[in-house]
């Protein structure tokens, strides 16, 4: 996990997949790091495709030159199933931190080691 203060108005997280590794970036403001982490972690385990390149490079770069980046990426923007994905991540984020709550009782080593992974 990074602590990321570059990330655009209203990110809170960002997951990045490489063919070698992941990397699940969190604002450095974020109040809820370990709600943000599970979220992006669900998407992980979801086997979520991720936000198109196109969409992102949009949301980055100045509203001019939009149209450039569309010609150049030649992708469409369209993803109908980014909502239905943000939804899933959400839900597994609660059965996720909801578990490690009543388990963390009972196992204070599990609470442990998700604190270790948060850093």
Known sequence: MVENSALPTGVFGQWVH???HDEVSVASWVQ?????LAHE????V????GRP???LAQAVLPTGVHELAALML???CGN????EEELAAEQFASLLLHRLQRI???EPRLRSRWGEALG
């Open 41 to 44: 972690l669900g998407h992980i």
């Open 53 to 55: 390149v196109l969409e």
């Open 18 to 20: 490489y063919q070698d």
């Open 80 to 83: 109908a199933g980014a909502a």
């Open 32 to 36: 809820t790091r370990d709600r943000t």
């Open 74 to 76: 030649r992708r469409e």
């Open 46 to 49: 979801l086997g979520h495709q």
């Open 104 to 106: 963390g009782r009972k």
